[in-house]
Protein backbone atom coordinates (compact mmCIF):
# COMPACT_ATOMS: atom_id res chain seq x y z
CA UNK A 1 0.00 0.00 0.00
CA UNK A 2 0.82 3.57 0.19
CA UNK A 3 3.28 5.02 2.49
CA UNK A 4 5.13 8.05 3.61
CA UNK A 5 8.21 8.01 5.76
CA UNK A 6 10.10 11.13 6.97
CA UNK A 7 13.12 11.81 9.19
CA UNK A 8 12.40 11.55 12.78
CA UNK A 9 12.64 14.75 14.88
CA UNK A 10 13.42 16.81 16.82
CA UNK A 11 15.59 18.74 14.33
CA UNK A 12 17.36 21.43 16.66
CA UNK A 13 18.87 24.29 14.13
CA UNK A 14 20.63 27.79 14.99
CA UNK A 15 18.80 31.17 13.09
CA UNK A 16 19.81 31.31 9.47
CA UNK A 17 21.45 27.55 9.31
CA UNK A 18 20.33 24.92 6.41
CA UNK A 19 17.47 23.14 6.72
CA UNK A 20 16.47 19.53 5.10
CA UNK A 21 14.08 16.91 6.05
CA UNK A 22 14.29 14.03 3.90
CA UNK A 23 10.86 12.74 3.27
CA UNK A 24 10.57 9.31 0.63
CA UNK A 25 7.06 7.94 -0.17
CA UNK A 26 5.72 4.37 -1.66
CA UNK A 27 3.03 4.83 -4.11
CA UNK A 28 1.20 3.07 -6.92
CA UNK A 29 0.61 5.38 -9.94
CA UNK A 30 0.88 9.15 -9.82
CA UNK A 31 0.94 10.45 -6.25
CA UNK A 32 0.43 14.01 -5.55
CA UNK A 33 3.12 15.33 -2.67
CA UNK A 34 2.44 17.95 0.69
CA UNK A 35 3.94 19.45 3.48
CA UNK A 36 1.64 20.82 5.89
CA UNK A 37 3.20 22.78 8.50
CA UNK A 38 1.36 22.44 12.42
CA UNK A 39 2.90 25.83 14.42
CA UNK A 40 1.94 25.07 18.42
CA UNK A 41 -1.33 24.77 19.23
CA UNK A 42 -3.38 25.16 16.05
CA UNK A 43 -3.94 22.80 13.10
CA UNK A 44 -2.25 21.89 9.84
CA UNK A 45 -1.97 24.46 7.34
CA UNK A 46 -0.75 23.81 3.50
CA UNK A 47 2.98 24.78 3.43
CA UNK A 48 3.15 23.81 -0.54
CA UNK A 49 2.66 20.93 -2.40
CA UNK A 50 3.45 19.18 -6.01
CA UNK A 51 0.83 17.68 -8.57
CA UNK A 52 3.47 15.85 -10.70
CA UNK A 53 7.11 14.56 -11.24
CA UNK A 54 9.75 17.06 -11.32
CA UNK A 55 7.78 20.17 -10.00
CA UNK A 56 8.80 22.22 -7.40
CA UNK A 57 6.80 23.58 -4.58
CA UNK A 58 7.54 26.79 -2.60
CA UNK A 59 6.12 28.92 -0.27
CA UNK A 60 7.87 31.51 2.73
CA UNK A 61 11.71 30.21 1.46
CA UNK A 62 10.98 26.40 1.89
CA UNK A 63 11.06 24.28 -1.65
CA UNK A 64 10.40 20.42 -2.39
CA UNK A 65 11.28 18.83 -5.76
CA UNK A 66 9.09 16.25 -6.52
CA UNK A 67 11.49 12.96 -7.43
CA UNK A 68 9.57 10.61 -9.20
CA UNK A 69 12.87 8.59 -9.40
CA UNK A 70 13.99 8.63 -5.98
CA UNK A 71 10.35 8.75 -4.41
CA UNK A 72 11.24 11.20 -2.25
CA UNK A 73 9.59 15.07 -1.39
CA UNK A 74 12.50 16.91 0.62
CA UNK A 75 11.79 19.84 2.36
CA UNK A 76 14.82 22.85 2.30
CA UNK A 77 14.81 26.11 3.41
CA UNK A 78 18.02 28.04 3.50
CA UNK A 79 18.02 30.19 6.12
CA UNK A 80 15.54 29.36 8.96
CA UNK A 81 14.14 31.89 11.57
CA UNK A 82 12.99 30.92 15.28
CA UNK A 83 9.66 31.33 13.63
CA UNK A 84 9.73 28.58 11.74
CA UNK A 85 9.92 26.08 14.75
CA UNK A 86 7.07 23.92 14.00
CA UNK A 87 6.02 20.38 12.98
CA UNK A 88 6.33 19.87 9.49
CA UNK A 89 3.98 16.89 8.03
CA UNK A 90 4.97 15.25 4.33
CA UNK A 91 1.55 13.65 2.80
CA UNK A 92 0.72 12.43 0.06
CA UNK A 93 -2.29 12.14 -2.04
CA UNK A 94 -3.01 9.20 -4.56
CA UNK A 95 -6.58 8.95 -5.92
CA UNK A 96 -9.57 8.09 -4.16
CA UNK A 97 -10.03 10.23 -0.67
CA UNK A 98 -7.02 9.29 1.54
CA UNK A 99 -4.33 11.62 2.32
CA UNK A 100 -1.58 9.66 3.56
CA UNK A 101 0.66 11.69 6.19
CA UNK A 102 4.02 11.12 7.52
CA UNK A 103 4.99 11.08 11.30
CA UNK A 104 5.94 14.44 11.52
CA UNK A 105 9.43 15.83 12.01
CA UNK A 106 9.23 18.52 14.92
CA UNK A 107 12.03 21.61 14.28
CA UNK A 108 13.19 23.20 17.13
CA UNK A 109 15.50 26.88 15.65
CA UNK A 110 17.53 28.62 18.25
CA UNK A 111 18.33 32.46 18.47
CA UNK B 1 -10.25 32.30 3.35
CA UNK B 2 -11.48 29.12 4.05
CA UNK B 3 -12.54 28.07 7.54
CA UNK B 4 -12.75 25.24 9.41
CA UNK B 5 -13.83 25.61 12.96
CA UNK B 6 -14.75 23.05 15.76
CA UNK B 7 -16.75 23.78 18.54
CA UNK B 8 -14.59 22.96 21.48
CA UNK B 9 -10.96 23.68 21.56
CA UNK B 10 -10.72 21.56 25.21
CA UNK B 11 -12.81 19.20 26.51
CA UNK B 12 -12.47 17.00 29.86
CA UNK B 13 -14.98 14.16 29.69
CA UNK B 14 -15.37 11.12 32.14
CA UNK B 15 -15.41 7.33 31.18
CA UNK B 16 -18.58 6.38 29.37
CA UNK B 17 -20.02 9.17 28.31
CA UNK B 18 -21.08 10.36 25.07
CA UNK B 19 -19.02 13.01 23.26
CA UNK B 20 -19.79 14.98 20.60
CA UNK B 21 -17.31 16.83 18.45
CA UNK B 22 -18.72 19.24 16.12
CA UNK B 23 -16.92 20.54 12.84
CA UNK B 24 -18.40 23.41 10.51
CA UNK B 25 -16.91 24.31 7.28
CA UNK B 26 -17.72 27.50 5.01
CA UNK B 27 -16.56 26.96 1.81
CA UNK B 28 -18.88 24.45 0.32
CA UNK B 29 -16.56 21.65 0.59
CA UNK B 30 -17.58 18.02 -0.53
CA UNK B 31 -15.39 16.16 1.19
CA UNK B 32 -14.83 16.33 5.09
CA UNK B 33 -12.62 14.13 7.39
CA UNK B 34 -11.63 13.35 11.30
CA UNK B 35 -8.12 12.64 12.19
CA UNK B 36 -6.97 11.98 16.03
CA UNK B 37 -3.32 12.95 16.62
CA UNK B 38 -1.12 11.13 18.56
CA UNK B 39 2.59 11.57 19.49
CA UNK B 40 4.59 9.46 17.35
CA UNK B 41 1.87 8.66 15.19
CA UNK B 42 0.84 11.26 13.11
CA UNK B 43 -2.12 11.79 12.16
CA UNK B 44 -4.40 8.84 11.60
CA UNK B 45 -8.03 9.04 9.43
CA UNK B 46 -10.57 8.01 11.33
CA UNK B 47 -13.64 8.61 9.27
CA UNK B 48 -14.49 10.08 6.32
CA UNK B 49 -17.46 11.85 4.39
CA UNK B 50 -17.27 12.43 0.67
CA UNK B 51 -20.54 14.42 0.58
CA UNK B 52 -24.05 14.53 2.75
CA UNK B 53 -25.23 11.89 3.81
CA UNK B 54 -22.09 9.97 2.91
CA UNK B 55 -19.40 8.11 4.88
CA UNK B 56 -16.48 5.69 4.95
CA UNK B 57 -14.44 4.32 7.85
CA UNK B 58 -10.91 5.18 8.14
CA UNK B 59 -8.07 3.55 9.52
CA UNK B 60 -9.03 3.64 13.40
CA UNK B 61 -13.00 3.62 13.02
CA UNK B 62 -13.72 1.74 16.13
CA UNK B 63 -15.30 3.09 19.52
CA UNK B 64 -16.12 6.12 16.64
CA UNK B 65 -19.24 7.26 15.06
CA UNK B 66 -20.00 10.15 12.56
CA UNK B 67 -22.80 12.26 11.28
CA UNK B 68 -23.12 14.71 7.87
CA UNK B 69 -27.07 15.43 8.07
CA UNK B 70 -25.63 18.84 6.19
CA UNK B 71 -23.27 19.68 3.42
CA UNK B 72 -21.12 22.35 6.00
CA UNK B 73 -21.03 19.91 9.25
CA UNK B 74 -19.59 16.84 9.96
CA UNK B 75 -20.10 15.69 13.72
CA UNK B 76 -17.30 13.01 15.43
CA UNK B 77 -19.35 10.61 18.26
CA UNK B 78 -17.33 8.89 20.49
CA UNK B 79 -20.38 6.67 22.21
CA UNK B 80 -18.90 5.45 25.68
CA UNK B 81 -15.31 7.90 25.35
CA UNK B 82 -12.59 5.89 27.07
CA UNK B 83 -9.09 6.84 28.42
CA UNK B 84 -7.23 5.38 25.51
CA UNK B 85 -9.31 8.48 23.26
CA UNK B 86 -7.17 10.87 25.26
CA UNK B 87 -5.97 12.89 22.21
CA UNK B 88 -5.93 15.46 19.75
CA UNK B 89 -9.42 15.78 17.19
CA UNK B 90 -8.55 17.45 13.98
CA UNK B 91 -11.40 18.22 11.52
CA UNK B 92 -11.09 18.84 7.92
CA UNK B 93 -12.11 19.70 4.76
CA UNK B 94 -11.49 19.77 0.78
CA UNK B 95 -13.16 20.29 -2.74
CA UNK B 96 -13.66 17.03 -4.37
CA UNK B 97 -10.77 15.24 -5.61
CA UNK B 98 -11.23 11.71 -6.76
CA UNK B 99 -8.83 12.41 -9.87
CA UNK B 100 -5.74 13.17 -6.98
CA UNK B 101 -5.59 16.86 -8.86
CA UNK B 102 -3.76 17.77 -5.33
CA UNK B 103 -6.42 19.57 -3.57
CA UNK B 104 -5.48 21.50 -0.40
CA UNK B 105 -6.84 19.91 2.65
CA UNK B 106 -7.93 22.64 5.44
CA UNK B 107 -8.10 22.12 9.07
CA UNK B 108 -9.51 22.88 11.94
CA UNK B 109 -7.54 24.37 15.17
CA UNK B 110 -8.14 20.98 16.66
CA UNK B 111 -9.91 19.86 19.46
CA UNK B 112 -8.06 18.60 22.87
CA UNK B 113 -9.93 15.30 24.45
CA UNK B 114 -8.83 14.39 27.97
CA UNK B 115 -11.33 11.12 29.29
CA UNK B 116 -10.76 10.72 33.18
Known amino acids: GNSVTQMEGPVTLSEEAFLTINCTYT??????LFWYVQYPGEGLQLLLK?????DKGSNKGFEATYRKETTSFHLEKGSVQVSDSAVYFC??????????FGAGTRLFVKA | DVKVTQSSRYLVKRTGEKVFLECVQD?????MFWYRQDPGLGLRLIYF???????EKGDIPEGYSVSREKKERFSLILESASTNQTSMYLC???????????????FGEGSWLTVV
Open chain 2, 49 to 55: SYDVKMK
Open chain 1, 50 to 54: ATKAD
Open chain 2, 92 to 106: ASRLSDTSNSGNTIY
Open chain 1, 27 to 32: ATGYPS
Open chain 2, 27 to 31: MDHEN
Open chain 1, 91 to 100: ALGSGGFKTI
